[in-house]
């Protein structure tokens, strides 16, 4: 899905070329160095390697642009996820939640509403 992101971003149905490449490899590097710095830090993994492909997956379909909004959206909504089975369900903490399906949903809302979002928060934040 990568590649074909890259290639059906050559015609720049969704982004330009420049950006579909730039997405893919900051969507894959962004979530590598967490990965890293989390394992050297706690000496333990926090997430797995899935996460980084289909982030770089989204970069490559969406470009390099959408990326915060993709990691803001799955963190806010894998947070409010995780705190409501916390609390609902009392799963408890050291259970591993999965991140991927709210970078999938994530990347929906962006490549849905994405640029709408963005200009909306730009707009209020005053840029």
Request: charged fraction near 10%.
């Amino acid at each position: 899905m990568l590649w074909l992101g890259l290639v059906v971003n050559l015609g720049g149905y969704f982004t330009d070329i420049d950006s579909a490449v730039l997405g893919a490899v900051f969507g894959y590097l962004s979530l590598w160095l967490v990965y890293h710095a989390f394992k050297l830090l706690t000496g333990k993994e926090g997430m797995g390697f899935g996460d980084f492909k289909l982030l770089a997956m989204l970069g490559a379909w969406l470009g390099w642009q959408q990326l915060p909004l993709i990691i803001l959206v799955s963190s806010l909504v894998g947070a409010i996820f995780g705190i409501a089975m916390m609390v609902i369900a009392k799963r408890n903490q050291s259970v591993p939640i999965p991140f991927g399906p709210y970078l999938a949903c994530a990347g929906w809302i962006a490549m849905l509403w994405g640029r709408d979002l963005t200009g909306l928060y730009l707009k209020v934040a005053g840029f």
